[in-house]
Each structure stands twice: as structure tokens, then as C-alpha cells.
């Protein structure tokens, strides 16, 4: 949970608001994505988001809550994730320490004494419960992410949280039910999400941005970058996305690698400084090794002489 108190926004009133509003916040949006964020947030719907890891899809939910006002809530899903740590929980070690002292002071009224385990006092509120809850009387913009690291069971239990925005505590009844949050689900499809899920959702995937996109992109994450070295940084890591890799640079690598050139005050690509940096923007040898060298000479070259030719890139 996350944000500072700060005035609500009105939701955006047409597509092109939403393009203002997440560019204002540096996020650069296609229109596509731009129409599915002004659509889940008119109709209420969560937001579905599926892509490549490293495209902006994390990003999307932090900027929809710095730009809306409103808190973030995050749940970050991983194998063996269950209703204890995502939607609420009791505080064992107080309610040992509760009963110690109940029975310390002779109490036998055992009744009252479950009653008083089980009641606001001993609640671990978790990120989903924090969220169909309202946070400081808000309700929040609630991140789901990497749903696909999570097993199929807790899926499941997300599906009825989705359904009606509420959860219910056997011991104190159905929570939330007010003005539910804003959703956003986001999964790297290392394995396939139920379908039942995607129906409750607006679905739309987060693909790689094309070299003016993504040159828009670096300028407004990375103004101190130069033209020059931008443009050569876009083109190059565009270039490797043709390749056939192991895992492909994201945005996120793109952002990384320029800044990480302009620390060694680097205002050129060339063959030695790419391989010296090669991990910046790859994250397995087998990759790094394929490119170092004449691979990665020659789509420089390449780069190099579209630019030069004024060519896209």
C-alpha cells in the first residue's frame, strides 16, 4: 500500500483525456491501451494486461494511482500464495498471549473469550481485504500482479473477489461491497489464465512499442539522455527484438541500458562499449554470448547506416 494522501481526480471522459492524463505521468500509451483503461474505468470492469515482462504493465497501475489520486494497493502473486497473506489473516501469537492471560485471571467464560479472538482487534487486513475496503475512506487502485506466478486455487478465490468486490470473514461477516476499487491484473503468460477470470475483464495485450513510440518513451523517462545516443539505443535494442533470444530487452531494459550509458558518459554506440554492457539489457549468457562480438558489430552497423539514411528504425 502505498501512496500519500492526495486529491481525487474525475475518471477522464474520453480516450484522448486518457493519453493526456498518462502522458502528463510519463507513461507513453498507445491508443489501443489508452481505449481499454478509459473503457475499464467507465464500465467498472478490471483491467487485464498480458505482455512480455518489462513492457509496462506493472507501470500502468502505479501511474493510473499517482494520476487519479488515489492509494495503490499491490499484491504480488508467487507459487503457494493463499487467502492468509492476500486477503486477511489473525494474529496468532496476540490471541496466544490473550488466552495466557485469560486464563492467568481465571477467566472461564470460554464462549466470550472466542467471540473476543475473533474480532476486529486480532484482523490482519492483507492487500485484497485493504482493497474492497477502501483505504482512508478511498477506494484504491489495487494491482494484481503476476497473476500467473500464482497456483490455480487462489485464481479461483480472485474470481469471486472479482465478481462482487467483497470477502467474506466467517468469523465477521461479508467486508467491502462499497465502491470498488480500480483492477489491474497483469500476467508474463508463463502459464494460461483461466478464462472464467479474463470474461470478468477487459483484455488487452501489452506488445513491444515500435522505435517512435519507444523514442518517445526514453525522452520522457530519461530526458538527459541525447538525441543521438537515444536514437541509437532505440534502434539497436529494436534490432535485437528481430533476433531469435531467449528473452527479449523490454522497455524496462531499454530505460536501463541508457541510463547505464550515460553514467560512463558514453555519447556513441560502439562495438566495445555494447559488450561491456551487454547484461544491461540481457539477462541470460547464452544470449549475451550469442550477440557479443560480430553479431552485435553488425546490427550496430545496421543501425547505423538506416539512421544516417534517415530510415526507420
Known sequence: MTTAAMPAVPPPDSVDTVLDLLSTHDYIADRALATCVFLALRLGRPLFLEGEAGVGKTEIAKVLARALGRPLERLQCYEGLDLASAAYDWNHARQMVEIRLAEAAGEADRSRL?????????????????????????????????????????????????????????????????????????????????????????????????????????????????????AQVVAFVQGLRERDLFKLPGVAETLDWANALMQLDVVELDPAVIDDTLGVLLKYQDDIMRLRGSEAAQILTQVKAELAHGAPS
Open 114 to 230: 472466542g467471540r473476543d479472538l475473533y474480532s476486529e482487534a486480532f484482523l490482519i487486513r492483507r492487500p485484497l481485504l485493504r482493497a474492497v475496503e477502501g483505504i482512508d475512506g478511498r477506494a484504491p487502485v489495487l494491482l494484481v500482479d503476476e497473476l500467473d506466478r500464482a497456483d490455480e486455487p487462489f485464481e479461483a478465490f480472485l474470481l469471486e473477489v472479482l465478481s462482487d468486490f467483497t470477502i467474506t470473514i466467517p468469523e465477521l461477516g461479508v467486508r467491502g461491497g462499497g465502491t470498488p476499487p480500480i483492477v489491474v491484473v497483469t500476467s508474463n503468460r508463463t502459464r494460461e489464465i483461466h478464462d472464467a477470470l479474463k470474461r470478468r475483464c477487459l483484455y488487452h495485450w501489452v506488445d513491444y512499442p515500435d522505435a517512435a513510440r519507444e523514442r518517445a518513451i526514453l525522452h520522457a523517462r530519461a530526458p538527459g539522455v541525447g538525441k543521438r545516443l537515444g
